[in-house]
C-alpha cells in the first residue's frame, strides 16, 4: 500500500472516531497523523516528535503521546514494548498485516511477508471473535548478535 492510500486510509478510520467520540479533528492531529503514515516500521514518541521537530513543527512531547494514545485506541496504530520496555508504535493499515522479527538481544526488528503463513491466518475463525487484522512478533537472534553464523541446537 502507497503513502497516500495508507494517510488517507488512516485519516477516515481517525476522522469516523473522534466523530464517534465527539473529539475535534485538529491541524496538530492530521500534521501528527501524516508523519507517523510516511514513518517506516516502529517508533517511539521521542523520535516521532524528533521528527516532527526536524520539518520545523512546535509541539510538545505531552501532545506527541497524547494523540498516540488516541490513534491506538482509534486502530490507526499499534502499539508495543521493546525489549527495554520503551513503548513503540507503527502505522496500523488495514492492508498491511506482516510479520517483525525482533532480536531479542539488540532490539532490531524487520518486518517480512509469508503469503503462506498470511493466507492461513485469515481461513482462521474464533469463536465471540471477529478478527480485524493482525500483527505477528517472532523473537529471536539476528545474524548479528548470533555473530554472522547459525544457531546451534
Known amino acids: 500500500m502507497n503513502d497516500e492510500k495508507r494517510k488517507s486510509d488512516a ?12 473529539l475535534r ?3 496538530e492531529r492530521l500534521m501528527i497523523l501524516g508523519k507517523v503514515v510516511v514513518l517506516k ?6 523520535q516521532l516528535l524528533d521528527a516532527l521537530v526536524g520539518d520545523g513543527f ?7 503521546y497524547n494523540n498516540l494514545k488516541l490513534f491506538d485506541a482509534a486502530g490507526v496504530v499499534r502499539r508495543r514494548r521493546s525489549e527495554d ?3 513503540i508504535y507503527e502505522c496500523a ?12 538481544r539488540c532490539g532490531r526488528s ?10 492461513l491466518l485469515k481461513l482462521r475463525r ?25 544457531i546451534r541446537k
Open 126 to 150: 474464533y469463536p465471540s471473535f471477529v478478527m480485524a487484522g493482525f500483527d505477528l512478533y517472532i523473537h529471536g537472534l539476528c545474524s548479528r548478535c548470533r555473530g554472522g553464523g547459525r
Open 25 to 27: 479533528c485538529t491541524p
Open 58 to 64: 512546535r509541539l510538545s512531547h505531552g501532545t506527541v
Open 85 to 87: 520496555g520503551v513503548e
Open 41 to 46: 516500521g516502529g517508533f517511539s514518541p521521542a
Open 11 to 22: 485519516e477516515e478510520r481517525l476522522r469516523q472516531y473522534l466523530s464517534q467520540h465527539r
Open 110 to 119: 524487520r518486518e517480512i511477508r509469508d503469503a503462506e503463513l498470511f493466507r
Open 93 to 104: 493499515s488495514r492492508e498491511d498485516e506482516h510479520l517483525t522479527l525482533v532480536c531479542s
